[in-house]
């Protein structure tokens, strides 16, 4: 009796006593990959037949030996390289982006607080006035202490009289914070192009924040797509789903579609509820689009909206 | 002057100050991967291995007395992640040891592959351990099965892989998280559970709860 066996270094034939008798090296991994051909040549040429999983175990011992690990090393060096080149797709590219996106806003808000510390020493109204960060960041970047007054409606200010290039380096850093928003903006661009190929279900329903925070997440579309509906409602609330299974807390309502405007707009009582509908539809979402199903985002949205007013 | 390290219990390790730190011989002297100490001596370079990012080397420090691991070893690394321990182990085996290194995560495998290239004992496999048709055909047998996956099912994927690539007479070194199989029930409970399934299989020849190193963390080591 003799047995095939088949791996990356080559196809090779073993008689009953498990021996190596012939075989045919593989000279790269695409011969490997193609290995049905020198198969059918060895097993016409010796009438060999697949070697049964019960001696899988006693062929594997035979390349325990030193001559192979070059073979080894080289080949499987190659595939995984080749195989890592391949798994990037679209849900790194998102996570990615909305990673990013998450960073620039928190470094956005520190140097918009030091922007407002240090501009207030020049003009200290502007900053009580004005509460939206990115609003007050283009008014110091674009206009003159005279002007903002003007803007604001006071005469006088309690802020110094600093000189042209004091004051410049305050402006430069305000240039800076704008250029900041900019770029978030291009990134939530960029999440759009590719959310809209890729999951529209997904971006029609949740949106692109809260969509590929989603992603994020749930590290794919593949698994978001494999998750039940209870399991997306609580994403992002694992801290307090594990303190409700370990202490007996209150469970949580809502991770981070909280956030959704439909759960926003419902009422107190109805939040848990509404956080659990959307959940749901959010699971179908990433469902169809995993299996490339129809567009059926907008139904849903529109039946949530009539449900939650 | 009187040498500082001496060998250790443990085959391939050496220890200094009385077992407080542990020490393996680097194989390519001159370079360290992850920013660990180095101490030379004799025209030897020693790198440190710590115990608080290796469940292996808290094992050691523990007292375990037999690892198992020898020089010209083959090992199946299920979980390499970046190699941190494997590049000790790496160490251990020597340059004729081999270490198949076997991890489903495409962002880990490719520090893997930079540490590979320079550690040419050690070989990146982007597979699932939980499937070993995925990579029944790029790996060998081995004389040591060396899992450290943090799933559910970690017991019954070490079964099922010293099954197929354990060579008999080899050692097994399974590191187990309890709070991923069940985040409830009290560890203690878990690892009795989990060493009575192993032992159904294979003799377990030591078993250790890694604290203070590892929080919930055990490690068991069976031979075939």
Known sequence: MKYLFTNIIGSFVLDGKLKIVDSTLFKNVEEHKNKEKSEKQLKQKHKAEQLPNEKLHQALLLFKDKQYHQEFYKKNLQLTKQSIKESVNEDNLIVQAISNINELDKINNILTKRLREWYSLYLPELSEEIQSHEKYVELVATKTKEELMKEIGTKETMGADLDKPYVDEMILLAKQIINNYQLRKEHEKYLELIMKRYCPNLLELAGITIGAKLMELGKSLKHLAMLPASTIQLLGAEKALFRHIKTGSRSPKHGIIINHSIVQKAKRNEKGKAARMLADKLSICAKLDYFKGEFKAKEYKKELEENFR | ?224
């Open chain 2, 1 to 224: 002057m009187r040498s500082k390290i001496k060998a250790h219990k443990v085959f391939e390790i050496y220890e200094e100050d009385r077992g407080r730190r542990l020490f393996t011989k680097n194989i390519l002297p001159g370079k360290t991967h992850f920013d660990e100490r180095i101490i030379k001596e004799n025209n030897q370079e020693y790198r440190e291995f710590d115990p608080r990012r290796s469940k292996l080397a808290a094992m050691i420090m523990k007292g375990c007395t037999n690892a198992g691991i020898r020089k010209n070893d083959t090992i199946l690394y299920l979980g390499v992640s970046h190699g941190y321990t494997s590049s000790f182990v790496s160490d251990m085996v020597g340059e004729e040891g081999l270490i198949f290194g076997i991890d489903p995560a495409p962002r880990v495998v490719r520090d893997l592959v930079f540490l590979s290239e320079e550690r040419k004992n050690i070989i990146p496999i982007l597979a699932n351990a939980n499937h070993p048709e995925e990579y029944i055909e790029r790996v060998s047998a081995a004389d040591i099965v060396y899992q450290d996956i943090s799933q559910r099912n970690q017991a019954e994927i070490f079964i099922k892989n010293c099954k197929t690539f354990l060579k008999n007479g080899g050692y097994g070194l399974l590191a187990i998280k309890a709070k991923s199989i069940n985040i409830k029930r009290k560890p203690k409970d878990i690892f009795i559970e989990i060493r009575k399934i192993l032992e159904k299989e294979f003799t377990v020849i030591d078993y250790r709860i890694l604290e203070p190193f590892e929080k919930d963390h055990a490690m068991i080591i069976i031979k075939k």
